[in-house]
T-cell receptor
């Protein structure tokens, strides 16, 4: 069964901290992995996409890594800001569908 | 360019009724997928359509159906609504799969 797990479920940090969100998946036959951001009651905004042949992707203060052999990905957020507060979702692409984790709820306190 | 657009944004229906949700993909995108997101959980895959053909179906009952039109827009239909169908329904589009996927803002369905 294709399952995606995200740890921690929730995280509260003071502004300025660097933080790491974790994602693990059971089936390593992936096409790619995407990290999304979701604000309350809203749709998903794509942050980063890592192809299965890649090891990492960077966009501004965000860096995502992928270790397909161990079934893990991490999202690193540098110098966190209150505007980063949201739910972060990891999604693994298996051809014709995305399989999502339950998300990490991030709160950055000013 | 417009992103993925969904209509309506909110909807309240009574148990047993039928509902139709609509989605317009990003221009040039031929793949449309539907997801259901229950509060506190990640989105769950319902359907994927590519070039007007169903290419994938998730673990949902036959009360759920969908179709894609020649202009690549899509409809999700749910019959005999249950209270448990209350959720945020998300539409996603991409040029094809597996390519970067873009999501709409969703339709919030409440069944009472």
């Amino acid at each position: 069964k294709q399952e995606v797990t995200q740890i921690p479920a929730a995280l509260s940090v003071p502004e300025g901290e660097n933080l790491v969100l974790n994602c693990s998946f059971t089936d390593s036959a992936i096409y790619n992995l995407q990290w999304f951001r979701q604000d309350p009651g809203k749709g998903l905004t794509s942050l980063l996409l890592i192809q299965s042949s890649q090891r990492e992707q960077t966009s501004g203060r965000l860096n995502a890594s992928l270790d397909k052999s161990s079934g893990r990905s991490t999202l690193y957020i540098a110098a966190s800001q209150p505007g980063d507060s949201a739910t972060y979702l990891c999604a693994v692409e298996y051809g014709n569908k995305l399989v999502f984790g339950a998300g990490t709820i991030l709160r950055v306190k000013s | 360019d417009a992103g993925v657009t969904q209509s309506p944004t909110h909807l309240i229906k009574t148990r047993g009724q039928h509902v139709t949700l609509r989605c317009s993909p990003i221009s040039g995108h031929k793949s449309v997928s539907w997801y259901q997101q229950v509060l506190g959980q990640g989105p769950q895959f319902i359907f994927q359509y590519y070039e007007k053909e169903e290419r994938g179906r998730g673990n949902f009952p036959d009360r759920f159906s969908a179709r894609q039109f020649p202009n690549y827009s899509s409809e999700l239909n749910v019959n005999a609504l249950l209270l448990g169908d209350s959720a945020l329904y998300l539409c996603a589009s991409s040029w094809a799969l597996p390519f970067k996927t873009f999501f709409g803002q969703g339709t919030r369905l409440t069944v009472v």
